[in-house]
């Protein structure tokens, strides 16, 4: 009789357990997934800090060792003070392993790109977030919440729940486009060009989506 009371438990037990284990944020945070300027950048938890005392002159990142192809990503962000720009590469390669620089796609962040599709180092903007969307939906001084799925060649990206992008992307953009990438690493942004800045990235969720 008593497991016959708790029958009908069992397989919401197991859909939660199934949800647990599907999520790989403990293995894409792990620090030894993570190399940068370690005066600028630090990993705790699920936060992911980047700090420059002065100009670095370069954009420079904290980028993961794996490489990553199809994923879901969620984190809040937030530029102190409301400066700087930063953003969060996917799909990208480094270029120099001393100071750190990268080329792919961007999901930036930074007043006037908030959301957008940005291809640092690879031509140029990908697709641009709309004007009217980051001013109602964007809080330059507070954390924003981001979420975006990156499968096949298609972005979704979102910011504070609204969708800033939801498109096919099978090419770089620029004079010269080539194949977009379709796999690399990810790396978040310290940007040249501002005597000091912080970003904070926090609540940093992770789903490898490739091999489900």
Known sequence: M???????????????????????????LDPANWQGRTDIWKIDGDKVTGHTKEDPKYNTFFASKKEYSDFEISFKVRLKDGVGNSGLQVRSALKDDKK??????????????????????????????????????VKPMEFNEFHAVVKGDHYTIKVNGETFIDADFPKTPGKDPKDAPKKGIIAFQAHAGYPTMTVEFTDIKFKDLSAK
């Not at 497991?3 to 999520?23: C, E, K």
């Not at 961007?106 to 908030?114: C, E, L, R, S, T």
């Open 2 to 28: 008593r497991l016959s009371r708790f029958a009908p438990v069992l397989p919401a037990l197991l859909l939660v357990l199934s949800t647990v284990q599907a999520d790989d944020t403990k293995d894409f």
């Open 100 to 137: 750190f620089t990268v080329a792919g796609p961007q999901i930036d962040v930074g007043k006037g790109y908030w959301g957008s599709l940005y291809g640092e180092g690879i031509g140029g903007m990908f697709k641009a977030s709309d004007p009217k969307l980051i001013e109602s939906k």
